[in-house]
């Protein structure tokens, strides 16, 4: 359950409390897919005050395996991760073909990333491994349309996605986990409000929008979390996700989400683009050869309190991995100051003004 | 000058004072040719404990250039490091044929490895560039004999490492900047001894053996530095160049030198190899995969107070950043665990019985 702060129009702030953690909504994952987020320390995280990270429960599964993770007690013990941890099941990965092969009523069907080998990941196998993982929260696992799928290939998704959800409900056995449902819909907005009712009206601890932010254009991005939002509880937090850019994020908690995870702002780090209060600063421009200042002059982190730009584009040109990680740990940095910064907002009902300034000086 | 505080038979500990820093010695110190260790944060060196780490001059001085260090106020204000700084030529380098073009009177011809074009470095373009760095210590640049060479390409370049020796001292303008001279000799003690003495008759704040632990027997190495090290001043550190391995650097205090630099710890860890109390540890060998004990349970260093070796195992084998900063960072903490442990064992002239269980511990 989340328990609501405060609201201003749409947006609300709340704490979800999950058996490791209070976490303060709205928050933003980074992605630690094998319980390490790249580049940034497991320590690191917690510096930054990152509140929670999600892994890859499937992934997991296959490497190292849920046997050792079991006898290391559970993935907190076992990475050392001292944030409250969601796993996933990966489905959203449909969108890449090396990995997912095929839906079947009975589950998906994955080929590993090691071997190559089939697996059949049903509600039953996923929750087994999640319960054993003991994650803070576990995602039931869902049939994802694709954008360009015909409307009765959607329902038949959406379908799947509903009676996988109730398997999973009645698979998951770790009482202290929460288990998150998922709803569907594609781009049509009257499946899309169907699967919010009906995901909505089962037993789970949090409710998400799925199989958006994968290439549609934002107008409708927003559109389809309009129509899911008005039948989302208001005591769950609701959960957008594979959304990690700074302007859509601040959109959709305009919209009322609580939650979003994305590799975006270290995968952004890695190819050279920075956020700062200013936007977007792409640091292997030349333009920033001789340039002494830091990142950006409004950040608190210790690279920018630290390091210039030309220092860091120096690392970055030499390939030296500590450039990837002052890089990172600036985005990560960024996107958790942002969060808190709106939580303030929303706290002090002037998170329309926030909004609009950050759009303002957030130039792309 | 090196300020003595004991000796224990050849073993000294005492205090390198440098414009930033009092180093005591013997110490090791972490490569940072372009001013970053590999994986490791500039400010973990000094969690870690780290005194001093060596930069290359040439490298830095094609990239970024010396006039943006210059314009940065030098190495230290330019990169943040917190430690003292050496720099040296990269005259070493002569062993890697992609680099090295050859050796003049007037000074070396490198191939610059960005651009492929010719620099002739000679003593007074190394010490301009070294003067404008600001590092604490200063190499001078040297024509180190390979040691397939004959007698007299050897004393060719014994002759040549002198005369620059002399030129370094006169263009050498930086008056809070250390500069070190080197002595070669190639495997020859007589041309060993000479250089030894020729370059401790010279006004330099300490001195290096040259030119080993370059692929010869460790037993010509010992030899060699027998032969240099009772012409070394006392009152002078003494810089083995290149040794990063436990082993050797051990007998090499037990022979009296005060100071190492190598990529090897690093470059282990990078390759899976880890140093521990008990020797060597290869962390991707299929046993560790269920260990859940520490790398190495005498070691406090944060790795190994959280992380098991199957946690360590599985980031390794998922080729995740992280993996290659923990492992780094334990044998960066390992080595400077072992100097310290080294310098109170010369201190309580009990270094012979260190020496003895530490080799009888480390099993290769």
Same mark, same amino acid.
Request: glycine fraction near 6%.
């Given at each position: 359950? +989340?328990?609501?702060?405060?609201?201003?129009?749409?947006?609300?702030?709340?704490?979800?409390?999950?058996?490791?953690?209070?976490?303060?909504?709205?928050?933003?994952?980074?992605? #630690?897919?094998?319980? *390490?987020?790249?580049?940034?320390?497991?320590?690191?995280?917690?510096?930054?005050?990152?509140?929670?990270?999600?892994?890859?429960? $499937?992934?997991?599964?296959?490497?190292?395996?849920?046997?050792?993770?079991?006898? !290391?007690?559970?993935?907190?013990?076992?990475?050392?991760?001292?944030?409250?941890?969601?796993?996933?099941?990966?489905?959203?990965?449909?969108?890449?073909?090396?990995?997912?092969?095929?839906?079947?009523?009975?589950?998906?069907?994955?080929?590993?990333?090691?071997?190559?080998?089939?697996?059949?990941?049903?509600?039953?196998?996923?929750?087994?491994?999640?319960?054993?993982?003991?994650?803070?929260?576990?995602?039931?696992?869902?049939?994802?349309?694709?954008?360009?799928?015909?409307?009765?290939?959607?329902?038949?998704?959406?379908?799947?996605?509903?009676?996988?959800?109730?398997?999973?409900?009645?698979?998951?056995?770790?009482?202290?986990?929460?288990?998150?449902?998922?709803?569907?819909?594609? +781009?049509?907005?009257?499946?899309?409000?169907?699967? !919010?009712?009906?995901?909505?009206?089962?037993?789970?601890?949090?409710? !998400?929008?799925?199989?958006? *932010?994968?290439?549609?254009?934002?107008?409708?991005?927003?559109?389809?979390?309009?129509?899911?939002?008005?039948? $989302?509880?208001?005591?769950?937090?609701?959960?957008?996700?594979?959304?990690?850019?700074?302007?859509?994020?601040?959109? #959709?908690?305009?919209?009322?989400?609580?939650?979003?995870?994305?590799?975006?702002?270290?995968?952004?780090?890695?190819?050279?683009?920075?956020?700062?209060?200013?936007?977007? +600063?792409?640091?292997?421009?030349?333009?920033?050869?001789?340039?002494?200042?830091?990142?950006?002059?409004?950040?608190?982190?210790?690279?920018?309190?630290?390091?210039?730009? #030309?220092?860091?584009?120096? +690392?970055?040109? !030499?390939?030296?991995?500590?450039?990837?990680?002052?890089?990172?740990?600036?985005?990560?940095?960024?996107?958790?100051?942002?969060?808190?910064?709106?939580?303030?907002?929303?706290?002090?009902?002037?998170?329309?003004?926030?909004?609009?300034?950050?759009?303002?000086?957030?130039?792309?």
């Amino acid at each position: 359950m +989340l328990k609501l702060i405060n609201t201003d129009n749409q947006a609300r702030t709340g704490i979800l409390k999950t058996k490791t953690r209070n976490i303060e909504t709205p928050f933003f994952m980074p992605v #630690a897919t094998k319980t *390490a987020v790249k580049y940034i320390d497991n320590f690191e995280l917690n510096k930054i005050g990152i509140q929670c990270v999600i892994s890859n429960a $499937f992934i997991l599964s296959l490497k190292p395996g849920i046997r050792l993770i079991k006898k !290391a007690k559970g993935i907190h013990k076992f990475s050392k991760l001292n944030t409250a941890i969601f796993t996933d099941s990966g489905g959203f990965q449909k969108i890449r073909e090396s990995f997912f092969i095929k839906s079947t009523d009975k589950g998906v069907l994955f080929r590993s990333p090691f071997d190559g080998k089939k697996h059949l990941l049903t509600p039953k196998k996923l929750m087994n491994i999640q319960n054993t993982l003991d994650s803070d929260v576990a995602m039931v696992i869902d049939d994802m349309p694709l954008h360009d799928e015909s409307k009765a290939a959607t329902i038949k998704a959406v379908e799947r996605t509903h009676k996988w959800a109730e398997e999973c409900i009645k698979y998951h056995k770790n009482k202290k986990q929460l288990l998150f449902g998922i709803a569907q819909g594609g +781009l049509y907005p009257d499946l899309r409000e169907a699967s !919010a009712k009906f995901i909505s009206s089962l037993d789970f601890d949090g409710v !998400a929008f799925g199989g958006l *932010a994968i290439g549609e254009p934002s107008k409708q991005t927003y559109k389809m979390i309009n129509s899911q939002v008005k039948h $989302f509880p208001e005591n769950k937090t609701r959960y957008l996700m594979g959304v990690g850019c700074p302007e859509q994020i601040i959109n #959709a908690i305009d919209a009322g989400a609580d939650c979003f995870d994305s590799t975006f702002p270290t995968q952004n780090a890695r190819h050279n683009t920075l956020f700062t209060s200013k936007g977007k +600063l792409v640091i292997k421009n030349s333009k920033y050869k001789n340039d002494l200042k830091p990142l950006d002059k409004n950040c608190d982190c210790y690279v920018c309190q630290n390091f210039s730009r #030309a220092y860091l584009r120096h +690392l970055m040109k !030499a390939k030296e991995p500590n450039a990837l990680k002052y890089l990172s740990y600036h985005n990560i940095y960024f996107m958790n100051s942002f969060m808190k910064d709106i939580r303030t907002s929303i706290k002090e009902n002037r998170f329309q003004k926030f909004k609009k300034d950050f759009l303002k000086n957030y130039k792309k």
